[in-house]
């Protein structure tokens, strides 16, 4: 019956709120007392406080129990709290009637705010809430609240009919739930946000709960309406009422107080709790801390000490409390601590207090041991006491000092490093994070800079590079990857270097780039390094053909200089093998193979090679094959360049035509001077032969002059063919040296006196100067060394008319320097550069006027060539030249000096003189035959075979070169004819007008035990007559008949007689030194030390050149020390006479000639000089006047002129004859 239920509903409500139809009248009013209605508000607020309150003690409890029970209890409260005010509220209200109240239904009207109560509290009491849990809460408790006073006011009995209006009563349940929402979120949701702390949140939270409460039930009282039944009403007494309020209120706020203080009871209990707890954890934590915990007293007493304090100083905590802290500290600390307490007590001065140090301690053993210690200062009641909080940092000082020692490791290893290590953030700049102390070398800026940020990386990267970098870093970064770029900087100086830098990104876990970590090299000097190899490689394939192979000879590339030079294309070539270039029978051969072979083991190959092109062109290549080594030393290709020597071939083809034809010129030329020599050579032998037996010959002055022209003039012609044939020796590199120890001084000695006599005849000064640290004897060629010197003094004296000629010799830095300067004509500067060319003189006069032929300096400059020297020449037309002679020297050896003896007298012989020319044949006999030798004669090689079968010769003088047999066949079969017939085989003498050494050598292997060429010298050929024989060299014995030696003798005639070789010519020389009066003289005229010094000098050299060995020792003392010049002069003179005693007793025949006059009275001397002074000035001989004038005048008037006249010099010998007219009129005037 729903309809039913729906009428029943609306009569309901037809008796709980008023009805239109009620009379105005019929409502009764009331008044509120105002100190009720404050009650009211208080206990509601107190209430809702205490409800606040009790809801947070709920959220603080630890167990559940608890929880409950202070939610009940602040429900309780509340629900109380709510039900009083409502009371107090009703009681405040009063009007003219009879109240009652239904205890039952007053007692329930209490339970809808507790239940409602407990609702909120318990759903808010939870840590964490929504906002719909909180519209929820503030809803049932406003419904309860507007519950708990809508079956309040229906517990009330009176008199009156009880009705609401329907708007008031809407009105008061949306004040009730409204204002509880804004109460719980104050309290509860503003305070778990943190914006109010908790005893602002109950307090505001309360007092809107309770104004929520007091609205709500003044609202409802407002929504009120009491209908009068009649007329009248009792009078109620405002006083009861308030007794009535009071007394509820009274019981509210114990009631309460009660609850307050059970809840207060309880959180007690749950603080002490939770102090046991807190205390066991803190002893807990204090005994198992590693680190030490000391507390003392104000006196330094230890009161405790956890189990750390015994494990780290070795004490027991019984033993250790009680005891003064001190005995854990070492000096100076234990016997100062006291006196820090005290200070800081009485200063409040805290040194340590509060600070942590580090410190060192001592074990109950006595060790130490570093510890770190913090000190806090705490207060009670009754005494203030000292916390120390002690940590053993042994181990982290061992770490400390490890990582400190890596750290130093690590330092010195980044700065040995090579280039800079670096560590940057990733940003624009690249700022560093770290960057070793190198980056100052590099760029010019200190870490500093870059690690403050005052220099910016990125700036110094070239403007150029920066785009290139910033991309390869980014790419890098983005693939994480690390990366390797080159670019450029710009160092603090402006220049530039190239960097190479190896770097990479270090990640986080999100993967983003963190830092980037990497080092830079400056590889400027290897970009300038590859640069030039670029440009030396990109040379050499511009100008050489190249090309290259695998090990296996596959060809991998070529460039285009090999295309040209092989005719083939790359792609022609490209894996084809090197055979392909190759004649098929290189290619197959075993050289072949090995080339190969040692390409792969890794050694260079190189030389000239013929290879065929395209179409089997075939090419001269000069090549280079070189193996390419890796990594491991390795060969793994091979790089060829080659050059075309086509060019060159043609050349070297066109250079062997040109050799060919110049050696068959040179041995055209050879051949021709060979037969010159011996064409020329025969015909003088007979004349130089024949001359000197006629003047053996009873002849007149006139013919006597003749033949002394004769054979000056072929001695000369002779001179000049032996000059010929020495420059074409040294051209063709046909003379060797011959290198012994020997005398440089006596050399030097021996030649300044061979040129001194010409000299002084041209009145010229000839100086020599030997340096003192120049050596004495050296090893070289001294036949050569002679003949360079001679040719260049000699010119030297020839070209100076006046001055002087120097000879200078200096040893330095392992040479010999012999400069000879004279104050001559000299030489044009534009003919110093031919003046070594053959046949050339300064000028075509000289020739002429001077004589010679050229060659003097032309055979100087190839000997000294020929010795591995140097000779130059600097000179001033009119003022003199200088000849510089540098010579490897080399010190030789006194003992090994060859001492020259002069050669002994033959034994008469028996000997065969074989040739086809009988002019020879007779010479020969008439010189050997004059000599005391029995002389066999035959006319040619077979004559010479059938005289050796009919007789024995000791010696056999065999001409090589015969019609029938020659002399080499001759002698074969002569020594062969011996052998077989068991005779002594006769020594043989090769003849020849030859000077060629395979004629030499021919001769040697025919047999031949001796040479001697044409023209015959007879004194040269005795002595090889001597040599083949073997005879023991003696010398002859003095003209006197007693053997003169070297030792203390007053005269080595060996040594004289080897320099002079005939004795007649050594007495002469005697007789004319001795004979001349300016000897001694000069030495009494001499004032200064310098001239006797230099005239001390040149007797010496002139003595020496003799063989004068007193006289020799006696000068040299006077040039050694000229302040003993009396007693030395003595000594001199002494000498001289002992020479003039000994001479005197010496055979007749050479006194006669020391004793002959210069002058024959019978000789018209000056009509001789002035026939000979018209002859030279026509250039022409005029032997009769100068065969009648040579016997007339001193050795020293006919020096001069012989001179001249051998050299062909008619100019110089006209100003001799001039000069000799001069000093003959000087003589005759008054």
């Keep these: 019956m729903p309809g039913w239920a729906l009428v029943q509903d609306l009569y309901m409500l037809e008796y709980f709120f008023t009805s239109p139809g009620i009379s105005d009248a019929l409502y009764v009013s009331g008044s509120y007392s105002l100190p009720l209605v404050s009650l009211s508000i208080l206990i509601a607020v107190f209430s809702s406080m205490m409800a606040m309150q009790m809801a947070g003690l709920a959220r603080q409890a630890e167990t559940r129990l608890h929880k409950q029970f202070a939610l009940l209890s602040g429900s309780v409260a509340l629900g ?367 870490r500093e800079e870059f690690m403050s940020k005052r220099v910016s990386y990125a700036d110094l990267i070239h403007r150029n590079d920066i785009d290139a970098v910033r991309t390869a870093v980014a790419n890098a970064l983005e693939q994480r990857v690390s990366y390797s770029i080159e670019y450029r900087i710009l160092r603090r100086d402006g220049s530039e270097r190239w960097l190479s830098e190896s770097a990479g990104g270090v990640y986080g876990e999100d993967g983003k780039a963190l830092w980037i970590d990497g080092v830079m090299l400056d590889i400027t000097a290897s970009k300038i390094q590859a640069a030039e190899y670029q440009g030396i490689v990109m040379a050499i394939r511009k100008s050489l053909a190249m090309a290259e192979f695998d090990m296996q000879g596959n060809i991998l590339d070529v460039n285009e200089n090999f295309e040209k030079l092989s005719g083939y294309s790359l792609d022609e070539l490209r894996g084809k093998n090197h055979k392909l270039l190759c004649t098929p029978a290189e290619a197959a051969s075993e050289e072949y193979a090995v080339f190969w072979q040692k390409l792969r083991e890794g050694r260079f190959q190189s030389g000239e090679y013929q290879r065929v092109g395209k179409h089997g062109k075939k090419v001269w290549l000069q090549a280079a094959y070189n193996p390419i080594l890796d990594t491991d030393g390795k060969p793994w290709k091979v790089v060829k360049l080659a050059a075309d020597l086509a060019q060159r071939k043609a050349i070297e083809q066109d250079l062997i035509s040109a050799k060919d034809v110049a050696e068959q010129a040179s041995a055209a030329k050879g051949m021709f001077l060979a037969n010159m020599s011996h064409e020329i050579r025969t015909p003088m032998n007979a004349i130089i032969g024949f001359t000197e037996i006629l003047l053996k010959t009873e002849l007149d002055q006139k013919q006597l002059g003749y033949l002394k022209t004769v054979k000056q003039s072929a001695r000369s012609l002779l001179g000049l063919l032996n000059d010929i044939l020495d420059t074409a020796k040294l051209e063709r590199g046909a003379i060797e040296l011959e290198e012994h120890d020997f005398s440089l001084h006596d050399l030097c000695e021996q030649l300044i006196n061979t040129f001194r006599l010409q000299a002084e005849a041209k009145h010229i000064r000839l100086d020599y100067h030997y340096a003192a640290d120049c050596p004495v004897f050296i090893r070289s060629d001294e036949l050569r060394l002679r003949q360079i010197l001679t040719n260049i003094l000699g010119n030297a004296v020839k070209f100076t008319e006046q001055g002087q000629v120097t000879l200078n010799v200096t040893a330095a830095a392992g040479q010999l320097h012999f400069v000879i300067d004279d104050t001559g004509i000299g030489i044009a500067e534009d003919r110093i550069q031919s003046i070594f060319a053959p046949f050339t003189q300064a000028d075509a006069s000289m020739s002429r006027r001077f004589g010679g032929t050229g060659l003097g300096t032309t055979i100087a400059k190839q000997l000294v060539d020929l010795m591995d020297g140097e000779i130059t020449v600097s000179s001033v037309l009119g003022q003199g030249s200088r000849f510089e002679v540098i010579i490897p020297l080399t010190v030789g050896n006194a003992a090994r000096v060859a001492k020259v003896v002069p050669q002994t007298a033959l034994p008469h012989l028996r000997i065969l003189i074989a040739d086809d020319v009988a002019e020879n044949l007779e010479l020969l006999r008439l010189m050997l035959e004059d000599k005391g030798h029995q002389v066999v004669a035959a006319n040619g090689g077979q004559a010479a075979l059938d005289a050796c079968k009919h007789g024995q010769f000791d010696i056999i003088l065999m001409d090589v070169q015969m019609p029938d047999i020659d002399g080499l066949e001759a002698s074969r079969r002569i020594l062969a004819s011996a052998g077989e017939n068991g005779l002594a085989c006769p020594e043989i003498i090769a003849l020849t007008a030859s000077v060629l050494n395979k004629d030499r050598d021919a001769a040697i292997a025919a047999g031949m035990r001796g040479f001697a060429t044409k023209p015959v010298n007879l004194v040269e050929l005795e002595a090889e007559i001597m040599r ?99 007693g030395a002069v003595q000594a001199l003179e002494a000498a001289l006479d002992q020479v003039r005693s000994e001479l005197a007793k010496m055979d007749g025949a050479y006194a006669a000639q020391q004793d002959a006059q210069p002058v024959q009275a019978q000789v018209d001397v000056p009509a001789l000089l002035r026939c000979l002074q018209d002859a030279y000035s026509r250039s022409t001989f005029d032997d009769e006047a100068i065969g009648q004038l040579l016997p007339a005048l001193t050795a020293e008037q006919a020096s001069g002129l ?29």
Excluded at 1214 to 1229: G, I, N, P
Aim: glycine share 8%; charged share 15%; net charge neutral.
């Design 80 to 446: 109380v709290g709510i039900w009083s005010m409502h009371f107090i509220g009703i009681l405040a209200y009063s009007f003219c009637a009879t109240v009652s109240y239904s205890k039952l239904l007053t007692a329930m009207s209490m339970v809808p705010g507790i239940l409602a109560s407990w609702f909120a509290l318990n759903l808010l009491s939870k840590d964490d809430f929504s906002r719909r849990e909180l519209l929820v809460s503030g809803t049932v408790m406003g419904a309860g609240i507007g519950l708990m006073h809508y079956s309040g006011m229906a517990a009330i009995h009176m008199a009156y009919l009880l009705r609401y209006d329907s708007g008031w009563f809407l009105l008061s349940l949306v004040v009730a739930v409204g204002m509880a929402v804004l109460a719980l979120w104050i309290r509860f949701d503003l305070q778990q946000r943190g914006r109010l702390g908790n005893l602002p949140a109950i307090l505001i939270g309360g007092t809107v709960m309770g104004l929520a409460i007091s609205a709500m039930h003044y609202t409802g009282m407002a929504a009120a309406r009491f209908i009068s039944l009649s007329g009248t009403d009792e009078v109620i007494s405002g006083e009861e009422n308030h007794y009535l309020a009071l007394i509820i209120a009274i019981v509210t706020v114990i009631a309460s107080g009660l609850i307050l203080a059970g809840n207060f009871l309880l959180r007690m209990r749950q603080l002490y709790n939770r102090m046991q707890e807190n205390e066991e954890r803190l002893r807990a934590i204090v005994d198992t801390a590693l680190d030490g915990i000391i507390t003392i007293d104000s006196r330094g007493t230890v009161l405790a000490a956890n189990a750390a304090v015994s494990r780290m100083f070795g004490w027991s905590s019984e033993a250790l409390i009680g005891r003064n802290v001190h005995v854990l500290m070492p000096e100076p600390y234990h016997s100062k601590h006291n006196q820090f307490i005290a200070d800081f007590l009485a200063t409040g001065n805290a040194k340590v207090i509060g600070q942590s140090r580090e410190v060192m301690a001592r074990r109950a053993d006595g060790t130490t041991f570093p510890i770190r210690l913090a000190v806090g200062q705490a207060h009670t009641m009754r005494e203030q006491f000292f916390v120390g909080f002690v940590t053993d940092i042994s181990e982290r000082i061992t770490m400390q000092t490890e990582l400190q020692e890596r750290e130093a490791k690590y330092r010195t290893l980044i700065a040995n490093i090579p280039g800079v290590s670096f560590r940057s953030r990733v940003d624009a700049e690249w700022s560093k994070i770290f960057i070793s102390d190198s980056v100052l070398a590099l760029t010019g800026w200190g």
């Design 1028 to 1126: 083949v024989l073997g005879y023991a060299d003696q010398p002859p014995a003095s003209p006197s008949g007693t053997a003169l030696a070297s030792g203390d003798s007053w005269l080595d005639w060996n040594g004289a007689l080897s320099r002079w070789r005939e004795p007649a010519s050594l007495l002469k020389a005697i007789s004319n030194f001795i004979g001349n009066p300016d000897v001694l003289s000069g030495l009494e005229r001499a004032a200064a030390p310098e001239q006797l010094g230099a005239l001390a000098h040149k007797i010496k050299g002139a003595a020496a050149n003799l063989g004068l060995n007193r006289v020799v020792a006696a000068a040299a003392a006077i040039e050694h020390d000229a302040a003993l010049a009396p």
């Design 1202 to 1230: 012989q001179a001249a006249l051998d050299d062909f010099d008619f100019e110089q010998a006209h100003k001799e004859v001039s000069r000799l007219l001069q000093t003959l009129a000087q003589a005759v005037s008054p």
